[in-house]
């Protein structure tokens, strides 16, 4: 059925202690000579060896130093098949390979002069004759010899292990990496590069030399990506007690790259737009996402590469466990409650319409049939998730020895999800059995609760209900054990600190564990009916429902200390104003009053203020809709910012010009938070003014990306008069630089207009249109699909006919980039006629027209 299952893994029967590469690197042909110790497992007697091979070009191969007979192998383009070894051996293949035909980026390809490799996950075998698969560890010698001139840093895994020079302008260098490391995490870097670096010493005393590299004069913008990986390290050492173990930790940007950036042992390859940045170029998001990105990278040496993966469906094994820890790492050197905000908003936003859409799937999947398609929010996010809900179960002590347990056990191994909570289970004396269905089971949980209040007697009960709805084959759903989190506030908005009688059992850091499909809390003798709060901090994903109404959520809002449960509040009442699922006049009342009231209030931070100025975006107002009306939502979200704006149009003046001064230059929280409540503040009296004379002197006056870049965009997106002139302004300035081309071309596909299109055909003609750049047809096609509502769901079905044209174009390109834009069409069953009948249509127009199995296997699963 073109499937690979989980429960058909079998251990190799030929492993790779050992492998040796040599490289003659050019750009249109370069030539592998692999030489690879191959030693069969006792218990797996008498299988062929069978190696992973695509779209290589086969020259020799002999076996122990011998030609290996024709009869005694096979190569049908995608397998290597060679009989009659009973034995250890010696296989050498030499293979050719051509880098510069490469536009899918996998395997080893050309990236403007540089030559660049990508291998996770099964990109390996389009190098050389290989295992590929993440149980197969060989330690690992690298020989790269190429022309001096044009490729004067060779770069590979490990550590530098000499060079020399060679006749005819040539030189070679060697590497050596000592640790057992699966293929996909092989990586070299060729070309004229330049570096940034410094030298440290690890807490074990290892001499270390960090070194960050990009092409020509891009060197200047990498000195804030070098601090991030020092920081990363360090943040490693003290938090989870792991040291970095090798002498050399390389880092290299890149133009050309399909994903954000690749942990490769000690050689990570990075998209370049999460390294370069100084403050003309970047944005503070820009310099916020760098240093997670990178600090996600360097963690994954531990968890990832020290402790690998038995197989791809064990993927959150290491995606999710990394999340989590990059997230504590930024919520450590940051702000927890304005980092926890981001990354709630990406799972309401995202992760849920995932969890609940045709492409739903389990953290770890029982089955695929492209790998590549399960690089998803749900892997990563929710897989976080589920690890953060692990900490909360077994307390933050018990975790942390938990982690140690499962380092230490599984160094050097490829592990599964069972190692890990095998190792937490042993670590806390917790029975995980139950907990083990958060791997398993797809669909957001809903949390049911329902009180009641006994006048007579005082007492409170709620009851709490867990469901989770069916996703595309699995219909039945199991409780998932979980904290729960909750406050009673009397009606002065006192806490009552009485604990609940309840079977629920108590949890280390407060609340209960639900461990059952339902759990009854009861308080005896309340004084008055009591005003509830759950799931403080997000503590676990899910959908809370409980009858609440305006009133009851603004004074909680009133009464909550904590940053991220305001700003969750404040999101429950914009959107029950926006859905209708609270009284709308009275929330958007109660909305106003507490907006009000926070932009009054200096001594709130005002990156917290301007994010409870984000109201919902529209991801997340449909995903909470059974069936979406895009107009409809869009024209209700426009007309509560509008007259949310009106209301304040002078506390906005006030914030936005008192905060001129701190918003300047710099990297500093508070210059941050200044810039980033000015451009809030901006985007509300933009939309008052339809001159927009507010953006066009700030766009005049910007010394930051952060201030330049929110004008334009409420230049563009408000269609004010100087929108064209800024436009091109901006277009000239930074014409030579591709990440900030990106970002007005982003700007411009993101205007919410349904005449947008028209402005992306005109770009498509231009050259600023190059299909074979990811982050180019990103900011184009991504922005357009994911980021512009009104565009993307034409009423006439343009802009889903637009998509899907561009997906049957770029499959001929680099498959993978093709398959994320396929992504955006993942609800349209959800959508109100006559969208959901012209998404259809668009979606069964590519049937037959697509040729790779990324593609294919994403649009049958929406089809289906
Ligand atoms: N592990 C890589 C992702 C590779 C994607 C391959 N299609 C980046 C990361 O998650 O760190
Ligand atoms: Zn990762």
Not at 4 to 10: I, R, T
Not at 162 to 191: K, M, S
Not at 468 to 480: C, D, F, I, N, Y
Not at 731 to 736: D, L, V, Y
Request: net charge negative.
């Amino acid at each position: 059925d073109g499937f690979v299952h989980l429960e058909d893994y079998a251990p190799p029967a030929w492993r790779i202690p050992h492998a040796e590469l040599a490289f003659d690197l050019e750009r249109e042909a370069t030539v592998v000579e692999a030489t690879l110790r191959l030693e069969p497992d006792p218990g797996q007697p008498g299988h062929a060896v069978v190696l992973d091979g695509e779209e290589l070009e086969l020259l020799d191969i002999e076996a122990d130093g011998a030609p290996l007979p024709a009869d005694r192998w096979d190569y049908d383009g995608r397998h290597l098949r060679i009989d009659g070894f009973a034995s250890a051996f010696t296989l050498r293949t030499r293979a050719r390979i051509r880098p510069a035909d490469n536009t899918r980026l996998e395997g080893l390809y050309t990236s403007g002069p540089l030559l660049l490799t990508q291998c996770e996950a099964e990109g390996f075998r389009r190098i050389t004759f290989f295992a590929d698969r993440p149980d197969v560890m060989p330690t690992w010698r690298i020989v790269l010899r190429a022309d001096r001139a044009a490729f004067p840093v060779l770069l590979a895994n490990g550590n530098p292990a000499g060079t020399r020079e060679l006749d005819g302008g040539r030189h070679e260098a060697t590497w050596e990496n000592p640790h057992p490391t699966p293929c996909y995490l092989f990586a070299i870097a060729a070309g004229q590069l330049r570096r940034v670096t410094h030298t440290l010493r690890t807490a074990e005393g290892r001499e270390v030399e960090l070194n960050v590299w990009a092409q020509g004069d891009d060197v200047v913008r990498c000195h804030y990506a070098l601090g991030a990986v020092e920081r990363a390290l360090r943040w490693d050492e003290q938090r989870f007690g792991r040291c970095y173990d090798l002498e050399v930790f390389n880092v290299v940007a890149a133009q050309d790259f399909t994903m954000g950036a690749m942990e490769n042992k000690g050689l990570n390859i990075f998209n370049a737009r999460y390294i370069l940045a100084d403050e003309e170029s970047a944005t503070d998001e820009d310099f916020l996402a760098i240093e997670s990105v990178v600090a996600h990278e360097y963690l994954h040496n531990w968890s990832g590469n020290r402790v690998t993966l038995r197989d791809w469906f064990q993927l959150s094994l290491k995606e999710g466990l990394t999340v989590f820890r990059d997230t504590e790492f930024s919520a450590d050197l940051h702000s927890r409650a304005l980092k926890r905000i981001e990354v709630v908003r990406l799972l309401r936003a995202r992760q849920f319409a995932e969890d609940a859409g045709a492409l739903a799937h389990a953290v770890r999947p029982d089955r695929y049939r492209e790998i590549s398609n399960f690089y998803t929010l749900t892997i990563y996010e929710k897989g976080a998730e589920v690890v953060r809900v692990l900490q909360a179960l077994v307390g933050e002590e018990a975790f942390r020895a938990g982690m140690d347990r499962y380092f230490a056990d599984n160094d050097g191994r490829a592990a599964t999800i069972e190692d890990f909570l095998a190792a937490h289970a042993a670590a806390s004396g917790s029975d995980l059995s139950d907990f083990a269905r958060w791997y398993a089971q797809a669909g957001t949980p809903e949390l049911w609760i329902t009180a009641d209040y006994d006048e007579a007697s005082g007492d409170y009960t709620l009851q709490v209900d867990q469901h989770t709805p069916p996703t595309p084959g699995q219909a039945h759903k199991e409780a998932l054990p979980m904290p729960l989190r909750f406050v009673l506030f009397a009606p002065d908005g006192g806490v009552i600190d009485a604990a609940p009688e309840t079977d629920a059992p108590a949890l280390p850091g407060g609340g209960v564990a639900l461990t059952q499909a339902t759990h009854v809390l009861r308080w005896r003798g309340l004084r008055a009916r009591p005003l509830p709060a759950f799931n403080q901090g997000f503590a676990a994903p899910v959908k809370l429902r409980f009858e609440y109404d305006a009133a009851d959520l603004a004074a909680l809002a009133r009464f909550e200390s904590d940053p991220f449960n305001r700003w969750d509040l404040l999101q429950r009442l914009a959107s029950g104003a926006l859905l209708h699922t609270l009284d709308p006049e009275q929330a958007t009342v109660a909305l106003g009053d507490a907006l009000g009231a926070l932009l009054d209030d200096d001594a709130a931070d005002p990156a917290f203020v301007a994010e409870c100025l984000a109201l919902p975006d529209f991801d997340t107002l449909a995903e909470a809709c059974d069936v979406v009306d895009v107009d409809e939502l869009v024209a209700r979200r426009e007309s509560l910012l509008d007259r949310l704006a009106e209301e304040h149009v002078e506390r906005l003046q006030r914030r936005y010009e008192s905060l001129a001064a701190a918003a300047g230059d710099g990297l500093t929280a508070p210059a941050m938070a200044a810039r980033a409540l000015r451009n809030a503040c901006l985007a509300w009296l933009t939309r008052l003014d339809p001159e927009a004379t507010l953006a066009q002197a700030q766009f005049a006056t910007a010394t930051t990306m952060t201030a330049r870049l929110g004008a334009l965009r409420c230049l563009v997106h408000f269609e004010a008069p100087g929108a064209a002139a800024a436009l091109a302004e901006f277009r000239t300035r930074w014409a030579a630089d591709p990440l900030v081309t990106d970002k007005w071309i982003a700007c411009l596909a993101s205007r919410p207009h349904p005449d947008t299109l028209d402005d992306i055909g005109e770009l498509l003609a231009s050259s600023w249109w190059l299909p074979t750049n990811p982050n180019r047809v990103r900011a184009v096609v991504g922005t357009f699909s994911r980021a512009n509502p009104l565009g993307f769901h034409r009423r006439d079905g343009a802009g889903y006919r637009f998509v899907a044209a561009q997906v049957e174009k770029l499959d001929g390109i680099n498959p993978q980039v093709a398959a994320r834009l396929l992504g955006a069409f993942e609800t349209w069953r959800k959508l109100a006629e006559p969208l959901r009948h012209q998404a259809r249509l668009a979606l069964a127009s590519l049937q037959g027209r697509l040729h790779s199995g990324d593609t294919r296997d994403l649009l049958q699963r929406l089809l289906d």
